[in-house]
């Protein structure tokens, strides 16, 4: 075995060209370029390595070198001396300075989709709320995103640093790729889209990224669950849905503080008149005199309408705190199997 030596500082003089990876037990092997993470590389070819966050937050994407020369970066997610010293590292935060053998079993679930880096040029941007701009962005004639109703792509800023968005259509129904941002005022990308972006500007992206998506081999009914642009994804999963043809029953339970926040409100009441399986449940937090209809949050309205979840499954998506909530409120009080909980939480970027 080859002596493993890691570095955690970044002062070494680039390496040219691209390094072979050895990735253990599968035997595969894949390129990874000057300043690509070992996470993306192995993305780009294919692989299906376990990751979530991408930037060092989770430890999801834990493996070991086991031979030739890493650098790590620094990580949230620190490992510590007995770690370091048995070679583990973050493949998110990790880049090769020499080919290297590694060690990281593949996961079940979604085969790898090929990943691809597009520039995109912005056909529309439409305000549905004050805070809320719904981007439609237009690929290279002839050239398409392959991905799953559920998934994400990152914007590649100017400066290399990345902002993820789900993907709002269902894959397929146009070659048109649809955003849902919401503004984050002082927000490196937000700021932007907010500010001075306009149609006709190019944007790098690339994608798709993710394991949240529909899952279409089971019968087990869904229950949906989405904070503000948390929808963005969900509505992709409907629109999925609608296309497979399939019958199982779904309910989109949909919060946000005060009405605005629900900035597709009469679509969705739309295609719930229109689709027998599907019932919309809309829950504020805050709302206005007036309302009529449910308060509090969306796990809260779920578990009151469904003590037993033992026999469905709970996609979620939007804020971190929300996702983490349901997660475990829903598997603790109403019996919901972790393996059914599919969930994307819309962390911020790491610094
Ligand atoms: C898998 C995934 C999918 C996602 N999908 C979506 C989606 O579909 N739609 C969506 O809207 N979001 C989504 N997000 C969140 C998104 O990626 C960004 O984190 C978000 O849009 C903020 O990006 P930004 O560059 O505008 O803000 P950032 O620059 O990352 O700033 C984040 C926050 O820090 C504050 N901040 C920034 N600079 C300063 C400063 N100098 N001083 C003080 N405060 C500051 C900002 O005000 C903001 O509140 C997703 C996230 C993940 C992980
Ligand atoms: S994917 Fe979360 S730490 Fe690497």
């Not at 290297?100 to 989709?113: F, H, K």
């Not at 559920?150 to 955003?179: C, F, M």
């Not at 805050?286 to 037993?308: E, I, K, M, N, S």
Request: hydrophobic share 40%; aromatic share 6%.
């Amino acid at each position: 075995m080859n002596a493993v030596s890691a570095h955690a500082t970044t002062d070494a003089s680039p390496r040219p060209e691209p390094v072979r990876v050895e990735l253990l037990p599968a035997g595969k092997t894949f390129p990874v370029a000057p300043g690509q993470s070992l996470l993306d590389a192995g993305l780009a070819a294919g692989l299906a390595l376990p990751y979530q966050c991408r930037t060092g937050d989770c430890g999801t994407c834990r493996a070991t070198v086991l031979g030739g020369e890493v650098e790590r970066q620094p990580a949230a997610w620190a490992l510590d001396e007995t770690a370091l010293a048995n070679g583990h590292c973050l493949l998110c935060r990790t880049q090769a300075r020499t080919a290297v053998r590694i060690e990281c079993a593949e996961v079940d679930g979604l085969p790898g989709l090929p990943l691809r880096r597009l520039p995109v040029r912005l056909a529309s941007i439409e305000r549905p709320a004050a805070d809320v701009a719904v981007l439609h962005l237009q690929p290279p004639a002839g050239q398409t995103l392959d991905y799953r109703a559920g998934q994400y792509i990152d914007v590649v800023l100017r400066d290399g640093r990345r902002r993820s968005y789900s993907l709002a259509t269902a894959p397929g129904k146009s070659d048109q790729l649809e955003l849902h941002i919401h503004h984050r005022p002082g927000g490196a990308f937000t700021g932007q889209v907010f500010g001075g972006l306009k149609v006709r500007d190019m944007l790098r992206i690339e994608g798709p990224f993710g394991r949240f998506h529909l899952r279409e081999e089971t019968q087990a009914p869904m229950i949906l669950l989405a904070t503000g642009t948390g929808f963005a994804p969900i509505k992709a999963i409907i629109e999925q849905a609608r296309r497979a043809g399939l019958r199982r029953s779904v309910t989109l339970y949909w919060g946000g503080r005060q009405r605005e926040d629900l900035y597709g409100d009469a679509m969705v009441r739309q295609w719930a008149r229109e689709l027998p399986w599907l019932r919309y449940e809309p829950v504020l937090s805050r709302p206005q005199a007036g309302w009529g209809g449910r308060t509090g949050h969306v796990q809260q309205a779920v578990l009151a309408d469904y003590p037993d979840l033992s026999a469905h499954e709970v996609y979620a998506c939007g804020s971190p705190a929300m996702v983490a909530s349901a997660g475990s409120v829903l598997q603790a009080k109403a019996g919901l199997r972790p393996t059914n909980f599919h969930a994307d939480a819309f962390a911020e970027a790491a610094a």
